[in-house]
């Protein structure tokens, strides 16, 4: 799969899956153009992986539209940043609420705009993944802010497929399960916690970063022409079991 001459937009490229992703879209020819957080990774993307890096606090709806604008033209879209934060059902407040929906579902739903918009102008094809989670098809306690916004991620998928595809731009949602990353860390390191978690997948394991990554890149790439809409688990059989 080569991405020669391409040039993507991955949100969320500082850490973990988007990381990965643009790792190996700079392997495969493309051009990267990375919108992240923290000022640290900002420079070491510049620096180890060569791409063009944006500062943004993605929770921020207008700092979020700057960012998208100033990173076009592109001819990909990942959208692939992501927060989560440990609140029981009964204790989830309003705040964490707000802030996981301003990053896991508005931001995703302004950079794909103005991404869109701009491809349409240009009158060229162009493809998004927006990085969603199995939490938005399973019910997993203490994640009820996390669940709702990856669900509203999902429901924005689906209606920007059908409307964009007419205009020749596919959109594409990839649904990990857990994956080994810093937000992992987070969110599983308590043993009693992750044991079950694992057990259920017939897989035997969690997955790789790489592993997504690897399914992100083919859903954006022409050998996925015809794919468009649908929610793809990456979850070793969890949802079968
Ligand atoms: P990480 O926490 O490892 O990395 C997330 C990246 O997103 C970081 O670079 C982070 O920057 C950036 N980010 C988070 N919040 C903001 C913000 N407000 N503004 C700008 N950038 C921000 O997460 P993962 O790689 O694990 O997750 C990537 C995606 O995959 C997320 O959408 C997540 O929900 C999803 N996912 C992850 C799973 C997992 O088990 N890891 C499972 C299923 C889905 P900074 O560190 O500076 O905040």
Same mark, same amino acid.
């Given at each position: 799969m080569s991405f020669e001459g391409k040039r993507v937009i991955v949100t969320g !490229? $500082?850490?973990g899956i988007g990381r990965v992703t643009a790792e190996m879209l700079i392997k495969r020819g493309a051009h990267v153009v990375a919108l992240t957080r923290s000022a640290v990774d900002v420079a070491s993307l510049r620096d180890e992986l060569g791409c063009e890096a944006i500062q943004v606090d993605l929770a921020d709806a207008n700092g979020t539209r700057q960012a998208a604008i100033a990173a076009l033209p592109a001819d990909y879209l990942v959208n692939c940043a992501g927060t989560t934060e440990l609140q029981s059902f009964l204790e989830t407040t309003v705040e964490a609420f707000d802030h996981l929906h301003a990053v896991n579902t508005r931001a995703p739903m302004i950079v794909a705009q103005e991404f869109a918009r701009s491809l349409i102008g240009r009158g060229l094809p162009g493809a998004i993944v927006n990085v969603s989670s199995i939490a938005a098809f399973i019910g997993i306690p203490d994640h009820a802010s996390y669940c709702a916004s990856k669900g509203g991620l999902d429901g924005l998928t689906r209606v920007m497929a059908r409307e964009l595809a007419p205009k020749g731009i596919r959109v594409n949602g990839v649904h990990p399960t857990v994956t080994l990353t810093p937000m992992a860390v987070k969110a599983w390191s308590d043993p009693a916690k992750a044991a079950p978690m694992r057990y259920r997948i017939p897989a035997g394991r969690f997955v790789e970063p790489a592993e997504v990554a690897e399914v992100i890149l083919f859903l954006l790439s022409? !050998? %996925? %022409?015809?794919?468009? $809409?649908i929610s793809m688990?990456?979850? $070793?059989g969890y949802l079968i079991a």
């Open positions: !490229a $500082g850490k022409d !050998a %996925a %022409a015809m794919v468009n $809409g688990p990456i979850d $070793g």
